[in-house]
Each structure stands twice: as structure tokens, then as C-alpha cells.
């Protein structure tokens, strides 16, 4: 029930724009004629998933939750980075490209929950999509001030291989970016995003599990 429930809740925000993730991917829809039963579908849909967080919080049994895959990629600097490496921490991992412009918009958000938050547990986790060799990600990240953690491909198309599992595993494709999750310390996805967040959508979600 609870991976129903993500997966609706992440599947109702495809109305929201973003970036394809992949030069392949088809155009997706987004026209929506009535603005007011497009912002209700999505209230609605974030008042499920929280209420069902509150309810599946109080259990001590998980199994119908989605356990987040666990993956190998390498950062910018050159060093292997495992999601297992940040067990019980609480991880927003963020699918991202240097050229999607909605994602280039909510990086000083990013940058100022790292900064406010992570002595509490936090940590910001970028996953770089098509968007060049390590060095050039690197130069970005320094021009941009991101102080959290940049991933990017170990050889070839490894950060592709990641977006796909994690589409797998929340029941629906990762096609535009930026694509957001929230996972929780003891390794469950438990919110998720599409298209751009302020800092407080983000910190008025990650409140409870930090």
C-alpha cells in the first residue's frame, strides 16, 4: 500500500514541468486545462502521501515500503561514493543536469539546506545527468558554490543505470529532472518530487525524519 501510494503521489506531480532526462525520451504532456483541479489533484495527493508517512511511521513492520536500492557511483573528485556510506543519515537525492534550467534554479536551495541542516543528519546528494565529463560538472559545481555531495558516471552511463533502478523501484520512470527523494535514516523512500522546490517545501517535508 505505502509504494502504491508513492507511486500515485509521484505520478500526480507529471503535471509539473522539467527536463527530460534523456535526449530519447518522448515529449510529455503538460497542458492542463483547469488550473484549479490541477492544484487540488495535487493538494490532494500530497495530503495522502503525508497522512500515510504519519500512519506507516507508528509501525514497526516496513515491508510494504520501498527500501531505497543502494548504488555505486564517484563523485567529482574521483572517489567511489556508496548510498550504503550514508546509512543512517537522512539523503535528498536529487537527479539533476548542468543544463536543465529548473534544476540550475533550486541549487542555492540545495546548497542552503546542506549548510543549515546537515549537522543534523542531512546530507544533499546530486545524481548529474548528460551533462559532460567529471571535470566539467566540477567547474560548474564550483561556479554554482554546491557544497554537497556531486555524483557522476564511474565509466560510462552508470548514472543512467541508477535513474532507471530507482524508476523501478518508486514505479515510475525517472524522465525529467529534477527529479527529488527523501530517504529517511533508516534507508526507506518515503517523499518524493518532481520538478523544482523551494529550501522551506523541502524543510517543512525533511523536518520530521531529521
Excluded at 509504494?3 to 530519447?24: E, Q, T
Excluded at 559532460?132 to 567547474?139: C, H, R, T
Aim: with cysteine.
Amino acid at each position: 500500500m505505502k509504494k502504491l501510494l508513492l507511486m500515485i503521489f509521484i505520478g500526480s506531480l507529471l503535471v509539473i514541468f522539467g527536463c527530460n532526462a534523456k535526449a530519447d525520451f518522448k515529449d510529455q504532456k503538460s497542458e492542463v486545462s483547469d488550473q484549479k483541479a490541477k492544484d487540488a489533484s495535487l493538494a490532494n495527493a500530497s495530503k495522502v502521501a503525508d497522512e500515510s508517512n504519519r500512519v506507516s511511521s507508528t509501525k514497526e513492520d516496513r515491508s510494504d515500503e520501498i527500501k531505497a536500492p543502494d548504488f555505486k557511483l564517484a563523485t567529482i573528485g574521483g572517489e567511489e561514493f556508496h548510498l550504503s556510506d550514508y546509512e543512517g543519515k537522512v539523503v535528498l537525492l536529487n537527479f539533476w543536469g548542468t543544463w536543465c534550467p529548473p534544476c540550475r534554479k533550486e541549487i542555492p536551495d540545495l546548497v542552503n539546506l546542506q549548510t543549515k541542516y546537515n549537522k543534523d543528519g542531512l546530507e544533499v546528494v546530486g545524481i548529474t545527468l548528460n551533462s559532460g565529463s567529471a571535470e566539467e560538472i566540477q567547474k560548474f559545481a564550483e561556479q554554482k558554490q554546491m557544497n554537497y555531495t556531486i555524483l557522476t558516471d564511474l565509466d560510462n552511463s552508470e548514472t543512467q543505470a541508477v535513474t532507471n533502478l530507482y524508476g523501478q523501484a518508486i514505479g515510475q520512470p525517472i524522465s525529467s529532472i529534477p527529479t527529488t527523494l527523501v530517504i529517511d535514516r533508516e534507508g526507506y523512500i518515503v517523499k518524493g518530487y518532481l520538478g523544482a522546490r523551494s529550501e522551506q517545501v523541502f524543510y517543512n517535508d525533511l523536518k520530521e525524519y531529521l
